[in-house]
C-alpha cells in the first residue's frame, strides 16, 4: 500500500488527498455554475456587467492590478528616499521618514478602496432612494480623516526626531542607512 | 492565482547547512532531494521549464525580506479563524430570509445551503449581531487577505510554473479561492453602500460567489494546513514580537521559494509588519462597528451610510428606503387607509382609530438590515398574534402582509408561525412615543424580533394569516 501511494505521488506530484480535494472543488464550482445557469452569468446587453467579467476581475485585481501598483508606489518611495540619503544636505534625518510616510498612504489607500462610492458619489439615486440622504458629506470626511493619519504621522516623526536628537551626537543608532540604502522592497 | 505547493526542489544558491537547521516542509510522502522533482508527463515539465520567457527572472527579483513560510502562515492562519465565521453567518443570513417560502434570494439554489430551519424570533438581537458580524467581520479581514496575497505572490510569478498534474490542478483551485474571495469582497463593499455599478443581482451574486470561494477555500486548507502548522512552528511567535527591525532576519530557505533569494536590508520588523495589518484591521473595525453597534460609536463609522445622524427627534433613525422612493402617495396613508385582514372568516377592513383602540403593546426592538447596519427603537402597536385571533386564525401557521408599495422587490413578506406569535411581534403605529413618519412606514409597519430588517414590511396594506 505504501509503495502504491509513493508510485501515485511520484506520477501526480502529490498526496492522493490534495487529489480528492481540488477534484472535489472543481465539482462544487461546476454544480454553482449548473445551478446558476448562463444567463446569471454573462449579461448580454452590458458584458461587463456580468458575474462571469467581475468574477475574473476579481481573480486578477489584486496580483496582477493592485499590487504591482503599490510595490512601483513603494519602490518609488524607497528609491527616492535613497537618492536624497546619498545627497550631502546640511543636517541629513537621524531617522528614517520611510514608515511615517508608508503607514498614512496605506491608511488612506485603504480607506478609499473600502469607501470609494460614498467619496466619489457613485451609485446616488440608489443611495438616495435608500436612506433619503446624499452623498455630500463623504469627500470632506474622508479628506479629513486623511489630514488626520498624515498629521499624526507628522507628529509621530517629529517627536522621534526629537527623541533621537537628544540623544546627540553621531554615535547615536540612525535608521538612515539600513532604509536610505534600501534601495527597494519590490521587484 | 498565488501560491500552489509545489514538490520540494532544490534552490540553487541555498546553503545545505541552512537546509539542515530547518529542514524544509515537504508535501506528506515527497523526499526531500536537491533535484527538482517532476510528475507525470516530467518530459513537458522540463520542456516548460527550459522555455524561460525573456523578462520572468526580473519578475522573481524579491527583495521583502519578510516574506516566508512563518509570516504567510501566520496571516493564513487568523483568516482561518475568521472565514468561516464569515462564510457562516452570510450562509444563516439566507437562511434568516425564509427560504421554505421563497423568499430567500437567489430562490431556486439546488443544495447549494444549509439546512432550513424556521429562523428564531429570539433574542432579538440574532440576526443584528449575525449579519453585524458578517458585514463588519468581512470588512476587518480585508487588509489580512491583502497581506497573505502580498505574502505569497513570488509563487504566482515562479518559473516554471508547473512541474507536476498536482501543481496544475491547485492553480486551477486558487482561481476559485482567489477569485472568490476577491469578488465577495467587492460586491460586498459596493452594496452596503448602495452602488449596484456591477448591474447583476448583489444577492445573486453574492450567495454563489460564495459557494465558488467555499469551493476554493475548503481545498486549500486541506491542501495547505500541514504546511501552516509546519510554518508556525517553524519560529516562535513571542521571539518574533521581541525581535527589532535591526535583529531581523530572512527566514530560512523554504521549498515554496517565498523567501527571497537575495532580500533586501529590512526596513520594517516582523512585529512591526504585523502590527500594521493588525492597525489596518483595527482602522477598519472602527471605521464600521458604529453602524451596527450605534449609540455613540454611530459617528465614528463616518465614511459609511449608516454612520450618519438624521437629527434628534423620535423619527430621525435610519430610513431603509424612503416613502418618495417606494412612491407612496399621502393620498392612500390619509383618512381612507384601512388594513385588511384575511383569514378563514373572510376579510376585516380595520382603520387607523380601530387600530389604537385595540390593546397598545410596547417593546425595544433592533432593526438590523442585511448590509450589516442596525438600530434599536420602541415600537408600540398591535400585536400580530391579537390580529390573528381578530382574524379567526389565533395559531397561525403563518403570515403573508403586502405594502401599498406596488413595484418592489420587497412589498410583501412571509412570516412564520413563531414570528407571528413572538409577544413583541408588532404592527407598529408608533415609534419613540409618535406616530410613524411617512419614511418608517405610516400607518402602520411591521416589527418583528430578530428579522431582517426588509422583511419588517412598511406601509401595510393587508395581512393574510394562513392555516396550519
Redesign the interface.
Known sequence: MRALITRFTAFYGSNPLHLLATIASFALAGYVVLVMGAPTLWNREVWWQSILVWFLAAVIGHDLVLFPLYALADRSLTAALAAMGGRRVASPPRVSPLNYLRVPAIGTGLSFLLFFPGIIQQGKFTYLAATGQTQQPFLGRWLLLVATLWGLSALAYAARLAVAGRGSGPTTETDIDADGNAASTEP | ??AP?P?PKASGGHSEAHRSEDPPVT????PETTEP????PAGLWRALERRRPPGVS???????PLRGPWLTSIFGSALLIGLPVVILTGLLSYIAYGPQFGQAI?G?????TLPTFDWPSRPSWLYRLFQGVHVGLG?II??LV?AK??SV?PR?FAWPPL?????L??R??L??L??????EI??G??NI????????SFY??HY??A??F???F??HV??KLPRMITGLRSRSFRTMLRTS??DTQPEPPDPDGLVAANP?????SRR?ALA?VG??SL??AV?TAGQTIGGFTRGAA?????G?S?GSGPNDF?????A??AAIAPAETGSDWRLTLHGPAGQLLLDRATLEAMPQHTAELPIACVEGWSTTETWSGVRLRDLAALAGIPDPARATVWSLERFGAFNHAVLQANQVGNPDSLLALRVNGVDLSP?HGYPARIIVPALPGVHNTKWVRSIEFGQR
Open positions: 492565482m498565488t505547493s514538490p508535501d506528506g510522502e515527497a522533482v517532476y510528475g507525470f526580473l519578475l522573481q527579483r524579491w527583495r521583502s437567489p431556486d439554489v439546488g443544495w447549494l470588512l480585508i487588509p491583502l496575497l502580498w505572490i504566482l512541474r507536476s498534474i498536482a501543481q490542478l491547485e486551477l483551485s482561481l476559485l482567489v477569485g472568490g474571495i476577491l469578488f467587492a460586491t463593499v459596493l453602500q448602495y452602488d449596484y455599478i456591477f448591474g447583476f445573486t451574486a454563489y460567489g459557494w465558488v467555499i469551493a476554493g475548503v481545498t486541506t491542501i527591525r535591526a533586501a536590508p529590512p526596513t520594517v512591526g500594521l492597525a489596518g482602522f477598519v471605521l463616518l465614511l459609511l451610510p449608516r450618519r438624521r435610519q430610513v431603509n428606503r424612503t418618495a422612493a419614511d
